[in-house]
């Protein structure tokens, strides 16, 4: 039965290329990855697992495909299928890295990994840190990658904060936000602090609802209101409105698809239309464009999507090819 489901899931994924290929956009996932590239001014996508036969099987892809605000476009593959890797580009060198993630025989990932020559190349890894799900951005004003949380195996996540300042990792010896993974995390431009909500715990079932902000001395608990609880939510910064942009997620109810926004002084709900319910919509904000793009996720198991919608500041429009 078990070759069975193999041959199954190896006859369906030249289909999946196939007609993503026709019709000029990523196959459906979820667990994937969106940054915007500030060289070529398009958003990249990476990554991502689906399930396929209801479950029994899965399809991990190493896809590169970019987006212009008006179609995708096919980049080839590059490095090794994993799901749940963290991405951040780097303003000031001009480069995009990654982060962990993890592999299809289900382990979670150490590597630090810059995107070259159209393949990724390992770098120094932070010392003893294996994740997935984590946080990982780029503060631009210290120009520093910064690392938190993530999984590094079954009902376990990392609670330590590291920062790369070009040469080597540093752990941040001050106190982190509890362990957690697959949280929003962006860095604030304007504010000159990384943000940080919501995501899965160790225990079962626990979903945190709390707001953090992070300057590179301490992790500040922040006595605001928010969304509720919120894990797998798609966050991005909108950096001509100066505010983070969060979408959709998994609360403690099942999915939602509501549209939230956070300026360092209050949550502000923006809207609950537009794309359907799901979790890990991920989001990436176009600065050339000045428009959050959103691709993606999971509808419910084992309901991937593809679809691709942009935010206006007002409303989702659906982008179709």
């Given amino acids: 039965m078990r070759y069975k489901y193999f041959l199954f899931a190896i006859l369906l994924i030249p289909a999946l290329f196939t007609d993503a290929q026709q019709s000029m956009s990523p196959p459906v996932r979820a667990h994937h990855s969106l940054v915007y590239d500030e060289e070529s001014k398009t958003i990249l996508l990476t990554g991502g697992s689906t399930p396929l036969d209801g479950g029994n099987s899965f399809k991990f892809f190493n896809d590169i495909w970019s987006f212009d605000g008006s179609k995708w476009t096919w980049k080839g593959n590059a490095g090794d299928e994993r799901s749940g890797m963290a991405l951040a580009y780097d303003a000031k060198r001009k480069k995009l890295y990654s982060f962990g993630g993890y592999t299809s025989d289900g382990r979670s990932r150490s590597e630090f990994r810059v995107y070259e020559n159209n393949n990724w190349k390992n770098l120094q890894e932070i010392p003893g840190i294996i994740a997935a799900e984590s946080g990982f951005v780029y503060d631009s004003d210290r120009d520093r990658l910064i690392v938190f949380g993530g999984s590094p195996g079954m009902r376990k996540v990392n609670n330590e904060t590291w920062e790369w300042d070009g040469s080597a990792w540093k752990k941040f010896e001050g106190i982190s936000p509890e362990g957690r993974q697959a949280f929003a995390m962006v860095y604030d431009e304007a504010r000159k602090k990384t943000i940080l909500y919501g995501g899965r715990g160790e225990a079962p079932g626990t979903i945190y609802d709390d707001t953090w902000e992070y300057d590179g001395k301490s992790w500040q608990k922040m006595a605001v209101t928010g969304p509720g609880p919120r894990a797998s939510a798609g ?87």
Avoid: H
């Fill in 235 to 321: 966050c991005a910064y909108d950096n001509d409105n100066k505010i983070l942009i969060l979408f959709g997620g998994m609360t403690k109810n099942g999915f939602t698809n509501e549209t939230w926004s956070y300026d360092g002084k209050e949550w502000k709900k923006l809207s609950d239309q537009g794309p359907k319910k799901r979790a890990m919509g991920y989001l990436a904000y176009d600065k050339e464009r000045r428009k959050v793009f959103l691709f993606g996720g999971r509808l419910g198991w084992p309901n991937d999507v593809n679809d691709t919608w942009e935010w206006d500041g007002t409303k989702w429009n659906e982008i179709k090819f």
